[in-house]
C-alpha cells in the first residue's frame, strides 16, 4: 500500500450525548448512525469501493477517493443524510443527531489508517466547542453540517445541486493548536444559531448614510420639569390603555352619555409639564406632554422685547430738592 499523500475529500462524523447512553442503546445508536452514512452515499452515487471508513465508536471518518467530486457530498450527501436522520428517528425517544465535518487536502493511509492535517483539521471541526454549541441553540435539529473555509470557498460558495450557501454563517473555531475560520450550515434553518463570541456579522451596508451627531450646543434644552398627578382613572385606566372601559352612565337612554356608545376613555394617570423648553430657534414654556408621548397644549413663548434701560424713580416727598431756596428763604 502506497503512502504517498493524495488530495482528498475527509468526512468526520459524531453523534451528540452518546456518552449518556446505555450498552444497548449505544449499539442500536451506531447501527442508526452507518444507515445514515450509507443512505448518503447512495445518494451521491459514491460506491463502496470509493470509500475509506474508520470506526470511532460514536462517530465515524471517512476519506473519499480523489476522483470522487466534492460537490456530490456537500449537495446530494448531505441531503442524503438528513432525509435519512428524520426517517430513522421516527418514533424514537432518544432522537439520533449528528455533527458532520468536511475538509480536502493532502491525505495518507497506511495499514493502521488515515494521517495528514487535512484528516485533523476534520475531526477538530467536528469536535470543536463551536460546532457544540450550535447543536445546543439548535435543539431541535438532527444534524449539524462544517465545512473548513477553503471548502466552502471552493465549492459550496459555487452551488449546485442541494448546495445552498446563502444558509452557511462564518465562525471561529479554535481547539488546541488549530484557530480557523470554518461554515457552519444546518439544514432547513435559513441561519445556524452561533454563538455571540464567535459569529462574524455582516458589515452595516454603505448605502445607509450615517446619523450625524448633534453637538450639545445644539440640542433641546429643558428645565423646570415637574410630574403632576391626575385622578385616578376607573377601572384600571381606560379603554386602550392598558385597562377596561368605565361602566357607561345609567340612566334612561339620552341622560349622561349617548346610548349605544362607548364611554369616553379615563384621563391619564399622569402627565409632565415642562416650564421652560428653548433651543437656538424657538421656546416654549408652560406645557404638558402625555404618557402616551404626545406633547400638547404647544404654548410658545412670546418673543422678548429689548431689554430698555429702566426710567429713574422720582424722589421721595420729603426728600431735599436740588436747587430749591433754602429753609428761611423768600416767603
Known amino acids: 500500500m502506497s503512502t504517498e499523500a493524495l488530495h482528498r475529500l475527509v468526512v468526520n462524523g459524531d453523534v451528540c450525548g452518546s456518552g449518556l447512553?446505555?450498552?444497548?442503546?449505544?449499539?442500536?445508536?451506531?447501527?442508526?448512525?452507518?444507515?445514515?452514512?450509507?443512505?448518503?452515499?447512495?445518494?451521491?452515487?459514491?460506491?463502496?469501493?470509493?470509500?475509506?471508513?474508520?470506526?470511532?465508536?460514536?462517530?465515524?471518518?471517512?476519506?473519499?477517493?480523489?476522483?470522487?467530486?466534492?460537490?456530490?457530498?456537500?449537495?446530494?450527501?448531505?441531503?442524503?443524510?438528513?432525509?435519512?436522520?428524520?426517517?430513522?428517528?421516527?418514533?424514537?425517544?432518544?432522537?439520533?443527531?449528528?455533527?458532520?465535518?468536511?475538509?480536502?487536502?493532502?491525505?495518507?493511509?497506511?495499514?493502521?489508517?488515515?494521517?495528514?492535517?487535512?484528516?485533523?483539521?476534520?475531526?477538530?471541526?467536528?469536535?470543536?466547542?463551536?460546532?457544540?454549541?450550535?447543536?445546543?441553540?439548535?435543539?431541535?435539529?438532527?444534524?449539524?453540517?462544517?465545512?473548513?473555509?477553503?471548502?466552502?470557498?471552493?465549492?459550496?460558495?459555487?452551488?449546485?445541486?442541494?448546495?445552498?450557501?446563502?444558509?452557511?454563517?462564518?465562525?471561529?473555531?479554535?481547539?488546541?493548536?488549530?484557530?480557523?475560520?470554518?461554515?457552519?450550515?444546518?439544514?432547513?434553518?435559513?441561519f445556524p444559531p452561533l454563538p455571540a463570541q464567535t459569529s462574524h456579522e455582516a458589515p452595516p451596508s454603505p448605502a445607509v448614510p450615517a446619523v450625524p451627531a448633534v453637538p450639545a450646543r445644539d440640542r433641546p434644552r429643558a428645565t423646570g420639569v415637574r410630574a403632576v398627578q391626575d385622578p385616578p382613572p376607573e377601572q384600571g385606566g381606560g379603554a386602550g390603555h392598558g385597562g377596561t372601559a368605565p361602566p357607561p352612565a345609567s340612566g334612561p337612554a339620552g341622560e349622561g352619555a349617548a346610548a349605544g356608545t362607548a364611554p369616553a376613555p379615563a384621563p391619564y394617570a399622569h402627565k409632565y409639564n415642562f416650564e421652560y423648553v428653548g433651543g437656538d430657534q424657538q421656546t416654549f414654556r408652560n406645557n404638558t406632554i402625555r404618557p402616551n408621548g404626545d406633547f400638547v397644549g404647544i404654548n410658545k413663548a412670546p418673543a422678548q422685547a429689548p431689554a430698555r434701560t429702566p426710567a429713574p424713580e422720582p424722589p421721595a416727598a420729603d426728600a431735599p430738592r436740588t436747587g430749591s431756596a433754602p429753609e428761611g428763604g423768600d416767603r
Open 21 to 190: 447512553l446505555g450498552w444497548r442503546a449505544k449499539l442500536r445508536m451506531r447501527e442508526a448512525m452507518y444507515e445514515v452514512f450509507e443512505a448518503g452515499f447512495t445518494a451521491a452515487g459514491v460506491t463502496e469501493g470509493a470509500c475509506h471508513i474508520e470506526d470511532r465508536g460514536d462517530g465515524v471518518l471517512v476519506a473519499l477517493a480523489p476522483d470522487v467530486p466534492a460537490a456530490h457530498l456537500v449537495g446530494p450527501w448531505l441531503e442524503g443524510v438528513y432525509q435519512k436522520l428524520r426517517q430513522v428517528n421516527e418514533g424514537r425517544l432518544e432522537p439520533l443527531r449528528m455533527r458532520v465535518a468536511m475538509h480536502a487536502g493532502p491525505v495518507a493511509q497506511d495499514a493502521k489508517g488515515l494521517a495528514g492535517r487535512a484528516v485533523d483539521l476534520a475531526c477538530r471541526l467536528c469536535d470543536s466547542e463551536t460546532a457544540r454549541d450550535v447543536m445546543r441553540l439548535a435543539e431541535r435539529s438532527p444534524l449539524l453540517f462544517v465545512v473548513s473555509d477553503s471548502l466552502y470557498h471552493d465549492v459550496v460558495a459555487e452551488g449546485g445541486t442541494c448546495i445552498e450557501p446563502e444558509h452557511y454563517r462564518r465562525a471561529r473555531v479554535s481547539e488546541k493548536e488549530t484557530d480557523v475560520e470554518a461554515w457552519f450550515h444546518v439544514p432547513r434553518l435559513p
